[in-house]
């Protein structure tokens, strides 16, 4: 039991999180390398992480601290303690907007000090490309700079004083021209006195030179700076427990300026020529990082706002008016042409914001897009940034393409181009001993070759376990010396990092995709065809970018909701990762820390088209959960037994299926869970959360009510001689048997506007409850037998129209997963849309449009729109805006992603918290805060059952808005 002090101190101990299960989320940061650490801690206060650091010295463990976890090189992991200061140390303690300051603790994200900021009209400066989910602790730690850097600097030239706690407990502040302790002042001024020489012809001499110590800031013509010294040391020297930052005036406007060239090299080239006033950004990509984003699903088209080229530079500017700042981006082209090195193949110039996003979304993706190159093949960090002076960039990427060609190597390189710094990720092969020499050849003779251009082995990310070992190709004894004595002043005992910058581990020890890897060759039960079907390849598509820790967009509800690593995207692949590996997770599939990582995924698909890897965590938590309790009844008995929900919602289409064999049975069960007792000890014994209410069954099944119907109209019987084109209605679970308005205002809509409607003969269904729930023999043999029955439809070529988007993406997307040799499953899996998507083509071609403007109590009507997560994720909601706007409906829609209920996950015991919380994270509110007789639109039914738990609205399909904008029946 967790013990507190009357002052709500908790015990360095009762910190601790040593259990398996946090340990492996924890294994690896964004790099190659992987560590286990002995244990992990989330400290909320400054006494905490004292009494953690007296508890890892009386342990003899090494202490690394650790952000957002982004870091490229190994910088944020290891064996010992790691403390995370990401989840509970991170207030903004004040701004200064007069003195343009900020005191920040650790865990501060990036991009929330720069909102903050953002209300007086600053900003802080640096923003790498992880600016949504980095820490400015981590940031100053590894010296990180960003695209704005050519205006702004590094962290460590925002950096006005720093307070570090050392090993032994004490704090000390760091400020230009002393410390806060005598001793260590003197030792730092000695350390500069004995190198000063050195320190003014090694270190310093261009702005992205950060391997190593930043010592020359000791000098004093630096102003003996120690805070900006201490920046970079990458957790070698202390735990940082407050910063002193400074915040700069933002541009009143600016304008985007992007050139084309040829190629990549011709883009280093012309680059140092644009570092002229008002140029913030001259950031550079290569053409093969857009053939990788394009191989990614639903981005075949991606970069088209791009002007045609082979390499590319992204010019910010900025100016007083809008004019001005786009009179400014429209010089650049000129500047490069008359600088007589290359010439500008074409160039845009960009205003609207909503332009300038898209623009930069596609650099800002990068880290994680090349990742995988645009053969599908795997691509790895290592040799990640690289900088020379940027006169010398475009000769040094030429070579370095031709050491790349020279080892039968590829890479996507993307950087801040106008500083000299080229990001790079490389195809690596770390799964053979002859992968990893080949590994360990290119980095040393890269080594050897950035140093040739006056370089440095990192550019901004810190050296880490990639490339501490080569400091001392770079660098003089002298200046490893000194680096020595820096460490040694502030942590003599080597407590902090050991093995990053001095005494540094080998670069190809520990290597996580390394040889070993694989203890176990896992046979999935879906394809995996984008990763030549094996669990493995799936796996490693995660690098540890740390997309999934943002709370910008959808993914992932559960971190935003818990703010714990272990439930963010990221933590449940290490603990896959981990299961495969089989050394610390020894149970393959049964192992009980992977099943608790992936409990609290809500299958919401958001990380299918939101991470730049496209990681589909519904699909592997559904594998793993297959393999973890096996198949049929005998799952739901003995010590592995499936939780009861799974039978109750897993099989929820079976059993109305039967409850209908019966008229009248609906009506009775929905009578008989008005009673409470009763409705309570039914959800009790059905593994179901008690605190909700019970769904509800409608009367009898949509298809009884349309088989009726047609009995008395002839509707469904044969042509009906009008010629009218046919479409096919998909009957899915829930509108079938729970909710059948949507259906009914389908059928209305769709024949109004022109069409016969069919629905299939017999009982279909996707199976989405069976996959959800991980039962997927079942499932397949339920696809199956739908697909029979969907034969002949299908051999007539009509359009399949879904109204439940969970369902369409089931039909779309996973049955061909599933099924992947059955031609009947690609012919459904293509010929199923949406009622929105198809309404918006039906407008789009011409077609009859019988609806009027939409108009509540004389007004044009206004609606909050909840779009399920799965259509946000895979489907998309741009036809359905489009109907609505030819509707006339002003549409507010909800953008934090997943409702919170997302079909079994919230009816399941232990899930209500999170649940509630995604709910009150933004549409609750919207729909409290909406004005009388706005219309609350949400396509999903566990949407639906969501808004009227959580509120006093009912939620409402397009298919009946639509319907309500019919005009009156003459």
Known sequence: ??????????????????????????????????????????????????????????????????????????????????????????????????????????????????????????????????????????????????SHSVAWGTSAENLIAVTVMLADGREVELTAGATSDDALTATLAGIRNDHRAMLRTELGQFPRQVSGYGLHYLLEEKGFDTAKAFAGTEGTCGVITRMTVKLVRKPAHTALAVLSFDDAFDAATAAPALRVRDVSTIEGMGGDLLDALRMRPGQETAGQELPEGGGWLYCEVGGRTLEEAEARALELRAIVDSAGKVTVRNAVVVTEPGEVRALWRIREASAGIVTRLPDGGEAWPGWEDSAVPPEHLGDYLRDLYGLLAELDLRGIPFGHFGEGCVHIRISFDFATDAGVEVYRTFIERAARLVHRYGGSVSGEHGDGRARSELLSTIYSPEALQSFREFKRAFDPEGVFNPGVLVDPEPIDRGIRPGPGARQFELKPVHAFTHDGGSVAGA?????????????????????????????????????????????????????????????????????????????????????????????????????????????????????????????????????????????????????????????????????????????????????????????????DSWTNFMSDGPGKAAVEVLEAMGYRVLIPMGDVCCGMTWHSTGQLDALKREVARTLGVMEPLLEAGYPVIGLEPSCTV????????????????????????????????????????????????????????????????????????????????????????????????????????????????????????????????????????????????EGITLAEVLRAALPPAS
Not at 589 to 598: D, I, N, R, V
Not at 643 to 667: D, F
Request: one cysteine or more; aromatic letters at 6%; glycine letters at 10%.
């Open 1 to 146: 039991m967790t013990t507190t002090r009357t002052d709500g101190h908790v015990p360095a101990q009762a910190l601790l999180r040593a259990d398996l299960t946090t340990r492996a989320a924890y294994v690896s940061d964004a790099s190659i390398y992987r560590r286990v650490p002995a244990a992990v801690a989330e400290p909320r206060s400054v006494e905490e992480i004292r009494d953690l650091l007296a508890l890892a010295r009386e342990r003899g463990w090494p202490v690394v601290s650790r952000g957002g976890g982004t870091s490229v090189a190994g910088n944020a992991i290891g064996d010992g303690l790691v403390i995370d200061t990401s989840r509970y140390f991170n207030r903004i303690i004040s701004i200064d907007p007069d003195a343009g300051t900020a005191v920040i603790e650790p865990g501060v994200v990036c991009d929330q000090l720069r909102d903050a900021a953002g209300e007086f009209g600053l900003t802080y400066g640096p923003d790498p490309s992880t600016h949504s989910r980095c820490t400015v602790g981590g940031m100053v730690a590894n010296n990180a700079c960003g």
């Open 539 to 731: 796996l490693n598509r995660c690098v540890g970018v740390g997309a999934c820790r943002s709370d910008v967009g959808a993914m992932c509800p559960s971190f935003v909701a818990t703010g714990d690593e272990v439930h963010s995207t990221r933590g449940r692949m290490r603990s896959l990762a981990e299961m495969l590996r089989g050394d610390f997770l020894k149970d393959g599939w049964k192992s009980k820390e992977t099943l608790e990582a992936l409990d609290l995924c809500l299958s919401c698909k958001a990380c299918a088209t939101e991470c730049p890897v496209n990681v589909d965590m519904a699909t592997y938590k559904s594998e793993f959960l297959h393999h973890h309790y096996g198949e049929g009844l005998r799952s739901f008995v003995g010590r592995n037994r499936r939780p009861m929900a799974h039978a109750t919602m897993g099989w929820l289409p079976v059993l109305a299926r039967l409850m209908n064999l019966v008229p009248g049975i609906p009506a009775l069960a929905n009578a008989s869970m008005r009673i409470k007792p009763l409705q309570k000890t039914v959800m009790r014994l059905g593994g179901v959360e008690t605190q909700r209410e019970m769904i509800t069954f409608a009367d009898k099944p949509l298809t009884s009510w349309f088989k009726a119907r047609a009995k008395t109209s002839g509707r469904q019987a044969g042509d009906d001689g009008t010629g009218r084109p046919s479409v096919v209605l998909w009957p």
């Open 810 to 953: 089931m039909l779309q997307d996973e049955i061909t997963e599933l099924l992947p040799g059955d031609p009947r499953a690609k012919a459904l899996s293509e010929r199923t849309v949406t009622l929105g998507r198809f309404v918006a083509d039906h407008l789009e071609a011409g077609g009859d449009w019988p609806f009027r403007p939409l108009e509540v109590e004389g007004r044009a009507a206004e609606a909050v729109c909840q779009v399920h997560c799965h259509q946000k994720s895979m489907l998309g909601y741009d036809p359905e805006l489009k109907v609505l706007e030819k509707l006339g409906v002003d549409v507010d829609m909800v953008g934090g992603g997943c409702c919170g209920l997302a079909g079994n996950f919230g009816f399941e015991p232990g899930h209500l918290e999170v649940s509630r919380t995604l709910g009150e994270r933004e549409l609750f509110p919207k729909i409290r805060a909406a004005a009388d007789g706005t219309i609350v639109l949400a396509d999903g039914f566990s949407c639906r059952t969501q808004i009227a738990e959580g509120t006093d609205a």
